[in-house]
């Protein structure tokens, strides 16, 4: 049993499949990217009891009776609040990345409402974007946790 | 996608069940802590356990506990519960060192006990470690026992651990109050793996130093030195006695040699209060 998206859902794994492979194909929920496969890109990412997971990296047997968010399941003022920098910042090119930078900024202002420019950089090191050049995200993020 | 390899998953609640897991299925069985380099290993067929045994729903694993002298940092301890927690920022330089681990995501789930146990000769916690004189508890079939860091790397990815054997926690003794440290890694970012990483240790005249990604295991050398200059003299005739370096992905074994010196100065820098 994970809990997904606040919705309790009951499925048959393989003892051997990551949660990533859970998430895409027996959930359905496209928005958690595939790519790297060994924790690299981090586009894989979900939150897990909260904190940002790469999910690639993750038995879904260890997730049983946890609670993951993707970035389906966001949707108060904060997250909203990111979503709409983002655009405005011009944060999302090609938008492979997005839903991976948009739950880590979350968590983060989530954590610390009012963080520097450096607690940005850090907290989304482990994500790769190939269009933006991360500027424009870092300053959608800063400018989410003003506004 | 490369999938992983057919694995029986198993989840003890306790030392005892865990221990007997792995006793059950000798050298069959591997332990799972955060599985950051675990499940990259078995997807790249480097390691071939066919039972993982889940090390996290163990509570006792899952503490760190000050003693008067010493910390004891669980095995299945996260990087980020390390660096969230305030007692932990007196033990230098393993602190700096863990918060150069990876990334912060990675972080979340990373355990300072897997960062030993996958014996990567580019471990960043393993120079501090050994400069700290960290000690790893070990429990198995016959009982517990204590394995110094220094005894504790075998060769790549090999470590002292019996196959049947479970790490609990990781000692690391209390820094001494007037002790001075460092930590340096060079890499081609900070969330790769470093191409050269060293961390210090000084203790009034006696200077610790240990370099990783230089040799199969993270190499230590020990010196006595009065200033800064003298540290650097004495340090730079000594290391080359240890670092073995290779040619790899991520650098040629001379521009790894030449980094030998950089990261020396650097890190003696930090340690002896220069300017940079």
Redesign the interface.
Known sequence: MIKVNGEERKLEVE????LL?VLRDKLRIRSVK?AC???EC?LC?VLLEG????S????A??ADGCSIVTVEGLNDNLSERIKKTFVEEGAIQCGFCTPAFIL?AYSLLRENPNPSREDVV??I???ICRCTGYHQIVNAIIKAARE | ?????????H?PRTVEEAVSILERYQGEARV?AG??DL??DL?ARARTPSH?V?I?GIPELKRIVYLDNAVEVGSAVTL?EILKDEGMKSYQPLYKAVGMI?????R??ATLAGNVCNASPAADSAPALLVMGAEIKVVGPRGKRTIPISEFFKGVKKTALEPSELVESIRVPRTPDEARSGFVKFGRS??DLAIVNAAAMLVGNKLWVSYGSVAPTPMMIQVEAENYEEAVLRVLKEAPKVVKPISDVRASAGYRLHLVKVATAKLLKEVYGEET
Request: glycine fraction near 8%; aromatic fraction near 6%; proline fraction near 5%.
């Open positions: 003892e051997n499949e990551t492979q595939a496969w060994r924790g981090g990412t904190k940002p997971v790469k690639c990296l993750i038995l047997c260890e880590v850090e907290a090191n482990g994500l | 996608m490369i999938s992983l390899p057919p694995l029986s998953y989840k799972l599985g950051t499940l990259v997807r993982l889940d996290k980020a990876a990334d912060r995501i990675i979340f789930r900070s969330e």
